[in-house]
Nanobody, 124 residues
Framework: QVQLVESGGGLVQAGGSLRLSCAASGRTFSRNAMGWFRRAPGKEREFVATISSSGINTYYADSVKGRFTISRDNAKNTVYLQLNSLKPEDTAVYYC?????????????????WGQGTQVTVSS
């Protein structure tokens, strides 16, 4: 099992930036693909981005492509999500997740371990 703790959320104006971090502990982080998901008020949780265990392969939801960047530092057991050009519709609780595979996935069901989430609020 992997324990995940997100941080870095907050209140930002439209057009601004935030950097989310997700610190992992437990089994070997470098073997886990990681993902970021979000849940907006009144909506279901949705995929945002995923990164392979090596960090070489990444994939993004169309709604964030070109604005968000996922990365990882296996030496620090941490995955990041850089959020740029934020829009009010990006307001959500952001969750990181780990899966017991080296390949990323867009499906929630592919991930075994989840963090508690961090709130991102974008004002217009």
């Amino acid at each position: 099992q992997v324990q995940l703790v997100e941080s870095g959320g907050g209140l930002v104006q439209a057009g601004g930036s935030l950097r989310l971090s997700c610190a992992a502990s437990g089994r070997t982080f470098s073997r886990n693909a990681m993902g970021w998901f979000r849940r907006a008020p009144g909506k279901e949780r949705e995929f945002v981005a995923t990164i392979s265990s090596s960090g070489i392969n990444t994939y993004y939801a169309d709604s964030v492509k070109g604005r968000f960047t996922i990365s990882r530092d296996n030496a620090k057991n941490t995955v990041y999500l850089q959020l740029n050009s934020l829009k009010p519709e990006d307001t959500a609780v952001y969750y990181c997740a780990a899966r017991g595979s080296s390949n990323g996935s867009t499906s929630e069901r592919a991930y075994e371990d989840w963090g508690q989430g961090t709130q991102v609020t974008v004002s217009s």
